[in-house]
T-cell receptor
Framework: AQSVTQLGSHVSVSEGALVLLRCNYS??????LFWYVQYPNQGLQLLLK??????LVKGINGFEAEFKKSETSFHLTKPSAHMSDAAEYFC???????????FGTGTRLQVTL | NAGVTQTPKFQVLKTGQSMTLQCAQD?????MSWYRQDPGMGLRLIHY???????DQGEVPNGYNVSRSTTEDFPLRLLSAAPSQTSVYFC??????????????FGEGSWLTVV
């Protein structure tokens, strides 16, 4: 069964620093992988998705993620953090054939001055 | 351009009461699902539907019922609320399955407290 593991429940970076949020997947078939962002008291917003078209996926708000099959990873990065990036980030993988998402446990990103 | 609409946004229930969380989408999506979000556990799938008249259980279905009489609506029913059902509930929809890798759209969430 497909699953994802997010390393680090809390990540803190300084404004302007690199953001790196880690996600490793487990899948017996080529996976469809997603990153979602959740701002406080709001729903989930899609940042980007990997559907095997390209290994480097660019998303909204300057985020990108690279699919690395050899490392079974799909880490999320942003070159320069902004205060508005403070939120919780979820990695997810589609399981089965019915658009069912399996989520990681989430990583809360804190951005400090 | 409503997307996925959930109601109510906030609700407090007493143990043993029943209620229905409403979910509607106006994108003519076939796939709809309900998730619950709990601290440190991410989102977990409760029930899902691949089309009108078809529903199936997800990871944590106990205590919840669903029905899909129309393409647009996918209500989630709590038959006898328990404190363990205190959570944030998200409805989601998509117009494709795994083969298309289509985007899954989420509602704004429903905060439920059972006392």
């Amino acid at each position: 069964a497909q699953s994802v593991t997010q390393l680090g429940s809390h990540v803190s970076v300084s404004e302007g620093a690199l953001v790196l949020l880690r996600c490793n997947y487990s899948s017996s078939v080529p996976p469809y992988l997603f990153w979602y962002v959740q701002y406080p008291n709001q729903g989930l917003q899609l940042l980007l998705k990997y559907t095997s078209a390209a290994t480097l996926v660019k998303g909204i708000n300057g985020f990108e993620a690279e699919f690395k099959k050899s490392e079974t990873s799909f880490h999320l990065t942003k070159p320069s953090a902004h205060m508005s990036d403070a939120a919780e980030y979820f990695c997810a993988v589609i399981t089965g054939t019915a658009s069912k998402l399996t989520f990681g446990t989430g990583t809360r990103l804190q951005v400090t001055l | 351009n409503a997307g996925v609409t959930q109601t109510p946004k906030f609700q407090v229930l007493k143990t043993g009461q029943s209620m229905t969380l409403q979910c509607a989408q106006d994108m003519n999506h076939e796939y709809m699902s309900w998730y619950r979000q709990d601290p440190g556990m991410g989102l977990r799938l409760i029930h899902y539907s691949v089309g009108a008249g078809i529903t199936d259980q997800g990871e944590v279905p106990n205590g919840y019922n669903v029905s899909r009489s129309t393409t647009e609506d996918f209500p989630l029913r709590l038959l006898s609320a328990a404190p363990s059902q205190t959570s944030v509930y998200f409805c989601a929809s998509s117009d494709g399955g795994l083969a298309s890798g289509n985007t899954i759209y989420f509602g704004e969430g429903s905060w439920l407290t059972v006392v």
